[in-house]
């Protein structure tokens, strides 16, 4: 006899078919196989005494602070850990309990619904502005069309195309001179009718250049704002354009300054539940959803939502992760810009793991080779 360990993050689908395990008990233990822990803030005491019940009557449990049996205190925080099958039955019982367990139910229905991507598309970076942070992805109309022909050789699904810096501390210059920075480039793509090889994506806020790259052809409106202007939300929805919804604290000019947030997870899943709703009632379509990596964040935010990002998978969304070469590498391991690959190769893995599927990079053959190589590693 021999007992190998196998990796909690096998296809145990297609593992117990190979097996010879039948559809029914395939089905009844890939539920079994997949496990939730979900951190449940500020629950109405009797609702917790519910819960913890309901739990272990069907296997799974809920940690709760001590007094809660005897409601101690009107609220408490409390952790639920329970797989998959136990979640869906969960989401049905706690439909019909008091204390706000109704809402709580429909919370666990959506979690409980969370399918991993099986495709990750590689959003390259390219910068028409001499103050962008990392110099090797600026470019100039001399070297556009090459530089957009080597990205698209080296595996880029989408080029996202900037004029401005939004780095910290960056001020903007305006919508004229972000267009005239622009114009060349528009210009090259709707010659070359290059958006017919590639998506492309404006990395901008401002309604008049967003207009004019929509009608040469880019087709996704990456937002640093998260759709703050309505004309924005306007545009995206008369082109049929995916809308890419960032979160940031203050602005480029005050996000780094001692950004704090009550619960990080809770207060982003709020903003994006918030402009969802926004994009939506002006008829926008396809939205992703970014958490802003270092955008109004400390290294311990930046950390949190890596690690926790498939929290955000509950709102249906693809989710976007940029952290190409930013400082939260350096404040791990002290590092100049050009010397920071290694450490967004592993950012970005693990935020691939973790349920993103798009990844904005400005090393698109590196990244191409590394997410290739994951994929063939979680394909056995």
């Not at 609220?75 to 099958?85: K, N, S, Y």
């Not at 709703?277 to 802003?292: H, M, P, Q, R, T």
Request: with cysteine.
């Amino acid at each position: 006899m021999q007992v190998e360990k196998l990796s909690n993050t096998l296809d145990i689908k297609r593992t117990l078919k190979e097996l010879g395990v039948d559809s029914g008990g395939v089905a009844i233990m890939t539920a079994k196989a997949q496990h939730h822990i979900l951190f449940i803030r500020s629950l109405h005491v009797g609702a917790a005494n519910i819960l913890k019940q309901d739990a272990l009557s069907i296997g799974a449990d809920l940690a709760v602070p001590r007094g809660t049996v005897i409601a101690a205190t009107k609220e408490v925080d409390c952790i639920l850990i329970a797989t998959q099958r136990q979640l869906e039955l969960l989401g049905k019982k706690e439909a019909a309990q008091p204390f706000g367990l109704k809402e709580l139910a429909k919370e666990l229905q959506k979690i409980a619904s969370i399918q991993k991507p099986w495709h990750v598309a590689l959003m390259g970076v390219l910068n028409a502005n001499d103050d962008s942070f990392f110099a090797a992805s600026r470019f100039s109309e001399k070297n556009a069309l090459e530089k957009l022909h080597a990205m698209i050789e080296e595996g880029a699904d989408i080029i996202d195309i900037g004029g401005v810096s939004s780095r910290p501390n960056s001020l903007y210059v305006g919508e004229d001179e972000e267009l005239r920075r622009l114009r060349d480039i528009l210009d090259v793509i709707r010659t070359h009718r290059l958006y017919e090889r590639v998506r492309f994506s404006l990395d901008s806020y401002a309604p008049k250049v967003i207009e004019q790259a929509l009608e040469s052809g880019f087709n996704i409106v990456n937002d640093i704002t998260g759709l703050e202007n309505d004309e924005v939300c306007k545009l995206c929805a008369r082109y049929d354009a995916t809308a890419v919804i960032m979160h940031m604290q203050g602005s480029p000019q005050t996000m780094q300054q001692n950004p704090e947030y009550r619960s990080i997870l809770s207060d982003i899943g709020d903003f994006f539940e918030q402009r969802i709703s926004k994009a939506e009632s002006f008829g926008v379509k396809n939205i992703v959803l970014d958490v802003g990596i270092g955008f109004g964040k400390t290294l311990e935010h930046n950390l949190m939502l890596l690690k926790h990002h498939e929290h955000f998978m509950k709102f249906n969304k693809p989710l976007l992760v940029g952290a190409s070469r930013k400082s939260m590498i350096d404040a791990i391991v002290p590092s100049r810009i050009e010397e920071r690959l290694p450490g967004t190769l592993a950012i970005h893995l693990e935020a691939v793991r973790n349920g993103a599927s798009i990844i904005r990079a400005h090393d698109v053959k590196e990244h191409y080779q590394a997410l290739q190589v994951q994929k063939a590693i979680h394909s056995i």
